[in-house]
């Protein structure tokens, strides 16, 4: 990695704020940190200066579930695991991730845990890590999707207490609300300051509602394993996809590669929730950033395999969807190029909406004078030239 500049000018470049673009911009970084964002020519002597060919300076993506990349997967269980992961999604733009987790015996989880601490100090050339998502065992066995049906369990009190035991990095868990024990789960997470999360779930609108008010305020995955509008004894019940839409707290996070949730579907939900209340995410396994062929499910020694072509990974039998090989800067061209979301929003939803989520909107998310120097430059493709992470240069490509 490069090392850090006292002061860095960017020049030349389009900015992209939360709002609009300011053509012919500068961003001036001092110790990583921004210093300023703006379209007045200022000379400054000692500083390295980076001329952004007319390119798109942006804030860093962050993205709130990714699994992993690089033909490396979280739950593999090693540092290198989290290190390449961390080294390859930053190629692609992302500044910020949060390493996500598969449903599993509480031993993997605890190994995965002790790795990650050690990950967070030796990562110098990746996305820096902004804490664990736990993304199960709490689910309901109807909406299981690619999570091992095997390992799922009801959440209760001795066994989440255990595994909050060995680390003090978790920062969300995704659940299924309507299963026993997760509204005192929600409750106990929310005190502590860990985002419970709605995913994998056959919950009812009237159980999402009590679910919000133990904390759950976030829906993992939107549209992906879990209810839309069911029929119960001839009654209809509007479920979790409607509950997203009707309540304006809820925050919700899309699969935005064009495949997951397509063209319609995105649209449909930028419509209604709007930039500020939608993150998007990769949900990437390992074959994120590899090339087409067969790859591996979750960890590398019990993983499932699984077969990469059309952008996704499938099921050997292609009967189904087997995760995500999306990285932050494909989410942001298939949101403006497919989706037509304007570029602004589309970048919106990869960094201020996630930074907001996840309570960290002091210091990342936004080009503003004081916050951490993660930066982008990219071109109208959204090819990814150069990622900044506080002022340091972890990947150039100009």
Not at 212 to 217: E, I, K, N, T
Not at 323 to 341: Q, W, Y
């Amino acid at each position: 990695m490069e090392n850090k500049m006292s002061l860095i000018k960017i020049y030349n470049c389009k900015a992209i704020t939360p709002s609009h673009i300011l053509p012919d911009a500068m961003v001036i970084v001092k110790d990583g940190v921004i210093e300023e964002v703006t379209t007045n020519r200022i000379e400054i002597t000692d500083a390295k200066e980076i001329n952004g060919n007319g390119m798109y300076v942006s804030p860093g993506f962050i993205d709130l579930h990714t699994h992993g990349a690089g033909n490396h997967d979280f739950m593999d269980g090693s540092v290198e695991a989290y290190l390449e992961a961390a080294r390859t999604h930053a190629c692609h733009g992302t500044t910020l991730l949060f390493p996500t987790t598969l449903t599993s015996t509480n031993d993997a989880l605890f190994k995965s845990f002790a790795k990650y601490e050690e990950a967070c100090s030796r990562n110098h050339q990746g996305a820096a890590f902004g804490g664990i998502h736990l993304e199960g065992p709490y689910f309901a066995q109807s909406q299981c999707g690619a999570q091992d049906p095997k390992f799922l369990k009801k959440p209760v009190p001795s066994d989440y207490q255990e595994i909050l035991s060995y680390t003090s990095h978790i920062v969300r868990w995704s659940i299924a609300p309507e299963l026993p024990g997760a509204l005192d789960l929600g409750c106990y997470l929310d005190k502590q300051g860990i985002l419970p999360s709605i995913a994998h779930t056959d919950a009812t609108y009237e159980e999402v509602q009590k679910a919000f008010d133990c904390g759950y305020r976030h829906i993992t995955h939107f549209y992906s394993a879990m209810s839309g509008i069911t029929r119960r004894n001839a009654f209809r019940y509007a479920g979790v996809i409607e509950s997203g839409y009707l309540m304006d707290g809820m925050t919700i996070e899309i699969i935005a590669d064009g495949i997951h949730v397509p063209k319609s579907l995105m649209q449909l939900a930028y419509k209604i929730k709007g930039a500020e209340n939608i993150a998007l995410v990769t949900d990437s396994m390992r074959a994120a950033g590899m090339p087409d062929g067969k790859s591996i499910l979750g960890s590398i020694e019990e993983g499932q395999e699984v077969l990469i072509e059309d952008g996704v990974a499938k099921l050997p039998d292609r009967s189904a969807f087997a995760g995500s090989v999306a990285t932050t800067d494909r989410l942001v061209r298939t949101a403006t190029k497919i989706a037509e979301i304007p570029l602004c929003e589309a970048v919106r939803m990869t960094s201020a909406t996630p930074a907001r989520i996840m309570g960290i909107q002091q210091h990342k998310g936004s080009l503003q004078k004081g916050k951490d120097a993660d930066l982008l430059l990219f071109n109208e493709n959204i090819e990814i030239k150069m990622t900044m992470i506080k002022g340091n240069i972890v990947y150039e490509n100009l």
